[in-house]
């Protein structure tokens, strides 16, 4: 029995040996591992700290910041084409009312003066005093050309278009034709005007319109980017109408051409 105890009792101590040994090998392979990842993030921030991979990094920098400036570039560049787009504009809009003012005051000027009607009430007093059935369309053209004025350009091609096609003889059907080619121009509808002055010129050769519609075709095949008609068509106007204020607009455009390398 004694020895049998003996016996039970070297067993548990060999077993508490064992597990003892067993704990502190375990303890050992973690804290190795705990060391050995220790070492792996050091190594890996010494390979990122290194002189190659910085350089590569500075590299990346001054890539990225090279493009940026380019960016900036383009951007510059795309501002500055706006702002001369909107100085066009302008200029087109102060050109086109300059043409306005000066066919009031030569309307006005050229103008046939109505008799003076009998006196009658306050009430009754016409507003407008119209010869006649108005068989000129005086009055729809000035609607169209109100509207034009007033800068309501859909409004104002759909009064122009109806006025020639209800008054093709009229005195004032050149010059509506005219303006319904402005109107179209200024709306950016560049082949419905190219239409406009081009019919203007085949059914009203005569008329005083025919130089600023050749200006305006030339402008317009500059607008549709067709260089060649462009510049054909610009020095066809230098060519027919010498020391004239188309002329001179006719020289600027074709030099702004060539500025632009077109």
């Not at 086109?96 to 046939?112: C, F, Q, V």
Request: net charge positive.
């Amino acid at each position: 029995m004694v020895k049998c105890k003996r016996m039970v009792n070297k067993s548990i101590t060999s077993v508490l040996i064992v597990l003892a040994l067993f704990f502190f090998v375990e303890s050992q392979v973690q804290a190795a591992a705990e060391t050995l990842t220790v070492q792996q993030r050091l190594l890996r921030l010494e390979r990122l700290l290194s002189p190659d991979n910085l350089h590569k990094q500075a590299e990346t920098i001054r890539s990225l910041r090279d493009e940026i400036d380019a960016l900036r570039g383009q951007i510059e560049q795309q501002n500055h084409a706006l702002e001369m787009i909107k100085q066009r504009q302008r200029s087109l809009y102060q050109d086109m009312d300059r043409r306005i003012n000066n066919i009031e005051l030569s309307g006005s000027n050229n103008a046939t003066v109505a008799p003076v009607p009998p006196p009658v009430s306050a009430a009754a007093a016409p507003v407008v005093t119209t010869t006649g059935n108005d068989v000129e369309g005086k009055t729809d053209y000035s609607v169209a050309f109100g509207l034009l004025k007033e800068g309501k350009y859909q409004q104002s091609i759909a009064a122009f278009e109806k006025f020639i096609k209800d008054h093709p003889q009229s005195k004032y059907a050149d010059n509506a034709q005219y303006w319904l080619g402005e109107a179209n121009y200024v709306s950016r509808e560049y082949k419905k005007a190219l239409t406009n002055f081009q019919q203007l010129i085949a059914q009203f050769p005569d008329s005083s319109k025919i130089p600023g519609a050749r200006l305006k075709i030339a402008y317009i095949y500059y607008e549709l980017k067709n260089w060649s008609a462009a510049r054909e068509a610009l020095q066809h106007v230098i060519t027919l109408y010498p020391n004239t204020t188309v002329a001179k607009k006719a020289k600027e455009r074709l030099q702004r051409i060539q500025r632009e390398g077109h």
